[in-house]
């Protein structure tokens, strides 16, 4: 990956060049340091200069490839608040080609059962977050990008998803580049790599 970023003229990130093998990263930095334009740029969200591949798969080049590979949960997700959880679920799961099987030990892991048919207006920011988690995580993609996800979890919705993507990472080998500003979970920590980003610059 080598990508320069400017908003409006300004510089906010200009990496020369970072390879991330694959592995389990923590993205930490202060507030508009910039964590959130560089998951942004990895998930083909946002326009920048430079390239980013995956799995020798080019971004510029292979747009759809890259993307059938790839996830991504923002901080504060928002859907359609007509929609419900179950219907957006489908929606993923048909696209991501996943089971029902899948879907439903989600749904079963994280206690969603009461309320994904439910109109996703009706929920709270804990369960809309537990949403945006599922469908990230839905099919498997090999990379997977979630700009905070830790963030309006409760105790228990926390472990559960911290051992999730341990267990995701160490088992399927799936890559996980995620924000964070909370202090880091041990377990979760000792097999991941913490990069920082000040200054314009990505550093480990
Ligand atoms: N759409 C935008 N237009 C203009 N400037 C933007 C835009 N999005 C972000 N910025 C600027 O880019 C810089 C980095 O923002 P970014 O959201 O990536 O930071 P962050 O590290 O994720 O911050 P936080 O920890 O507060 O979430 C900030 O100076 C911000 O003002």
Known sequence: MNVTKYYNKHLILEIPALLLKNGF?????????????????????????????FNGINLRKHPLAYRRSISWAEAEPSYPPF????ELIALYQRIRKATLSEVRAF??????????DSAIGTYSAGMVKKLSLVLAFIG????????????????????????????QHQHSNTTFIMSSH?????HLLSSGEVLTVNNKQISS
Request: proline share 5%; net charge negative.
């Open 83 to 86: 929609m419900t959880g179950a």
């Open 107 to 116: 749904l079963d892991l994280f206690n969603m059962h009461d309320y994904v």
């Open 182 to 186: 909370q202090e880091l979970d041990a």
């Open 140 to 167: 498997s993609p090999a990379l997977v990008i979630l700009d905070e996800p830790l963030i309006t979890l409760d105790p228990d919705a926390l472990t559960k998803v911290c051992t999730y993507i341990h267990e």
């Open 25 to 53: 990263y923590w993205i930490k930095g202060a507030n508009g340091s910039g964590k959130t334009t560089l998951l942004k740029m990895i998930a083909g969200l946002i326009p920048f200069d430079g390239d980013i591949s």
